[in-house]
């Protein structure tokens, strides 16, 4: 049966990937910026990173409380919106690291709220709408990737064209899209039904929430791991050309995109958990692989294997996780959102440390391993479902 996307959605969609390819075109390209642009030491990138990930975590979770207690969803976007374009005009005047940390950092925590409330804003007109929410969130995340796809790309070749305030001037281009579409896309009045207020404040802890979020952690930073460690271990440690882990990155991608597609149907037929589980199996074993290539053939070949576990890994976990609180997406997409910023921290710092201690083989071998927690976690809670979700008998 044919999937039919009402215009709604669609004009949601290019709400979503306009605000990730302006994020995606920023957020990579800051590291490189600190050291080359600024002339600041390698550490000094911990000092940005360390204040825009908390707050961030933070932001998130503001954000969604706001969306779930009846705040108007144009109203609490447009922090998004206005910081993501103050962020790209600072950083084409940026000269010293001091304005990064001072203004860039905390008004980059705000501008990263922007996909969340939008996540939350599809499940919320789906829901209304009467719409396969499962299939409007894999859309979603299908614009995500495909931003990801391009951003990174497009922000180095300016770069290395036209030097750095080139890249952060499209940005800015970007960014006045992304204003127009909100402009455009967001009714003015669109928001959640309020809960009482003798309610807020008194929720007890939702344990199958955490329990979501704590899974989707060990897939993120499986991946943050492998992506962190992949360039020097394809090229120093196994000895493979320098295109290597661009053409890797490249092929995971294409068919992390096709895959989104499928595992909606796919979790149809067996249900979001068991396409969790073949995830973390397919996870895990890449990994495995991919710690034993020599030859360019192999890398490829395992690139389609991740990029399969993955897509079915982005396909489905925020439907997932929004499962165990139905009735307050807001705060489960902020759970879903900063398992993603945290999970990437954790395995980009931690690569460093594991790496010096041993080597880039047992960088993958620890990313395995998250994954394969995080199937012991799917296995072990078998009993915690959602609270409202068709299941399989």
Known sequence: MSFQLPRQVVLILFLQFSQSLGVSALIPLMSFFIVEGLGAAPW????????????????????????????????????????????????????????????VAPLTSISNTGSGIIFTFGRLFA????????????????????????????????????????????????????????????????????????DRGKDPINWGLMVAGLICLGFV??????????????????????????????????????????SVRLAERIGIRQVLMLAAVLAATSMLLFSEVTQMWQVIAVSMLEGTYYGLFAGVA???????????????????????FLGGLIGSVSMGFIATAADFRTVLLVAAASSVTALVVLLATLRVQPQSAKQEP
């Open 44 to 103: 000094q990138i911990g000092l940005y990173t360390g204040i825009v990930l908390p707050l961030t975590l933070v932001a998130n979770r503001w954000a969604g409380e706001r969306l779930d207690h009846g705040y108007a969803v144009r109203r609490l976007l447009r922090f998004s919106v206005v910081a993501f374009l103050t962020v790209s005009a600072l950083l084409t005047q940026a000269s010293n690291l001091w304005m990064l940390l001072l203004l």
């Open 127 to 198: 829901e209304r709408e009467g719409l396969d929410i499962t299939r409007v969130n894999s859309w979603l995340r299908m614009t995500v990737s495909l931003a990801w796809m391009i951003g990174p790309a497009l922000s180095f070749s300016l770069v290395a064209a036209f030097g750095f305030t080139s890249a952060f001037a499209v940005a800015f281009g970007i960014g006045l899209a992304y204003a127009a579409l909100w402009q455009i896309v967001v009714p003015a009045q669109f928001k959640a039904e309020p809960r009482p207020k003798s």
């Open 221 to 262: 930073i499986t991946n943050s791991l492998f992506v962190s460690a992949m360039p020097l271990y394809f090229v120093q440690e196994v000895g493979l050309p320098g295109q290597t882990p661009g053409l890797s990155l490249s092929v995971k991608c294409l068919l992390e995109v096709f895959v989104i597609f499928g």
């Open 318 to 340: 925020i439907s997932f996780v929004q499962s165990f609180a139905p009735d307050r997406p807001g705060r489960a997409t902020a759970v879903y959102m900063n398992s993603l």
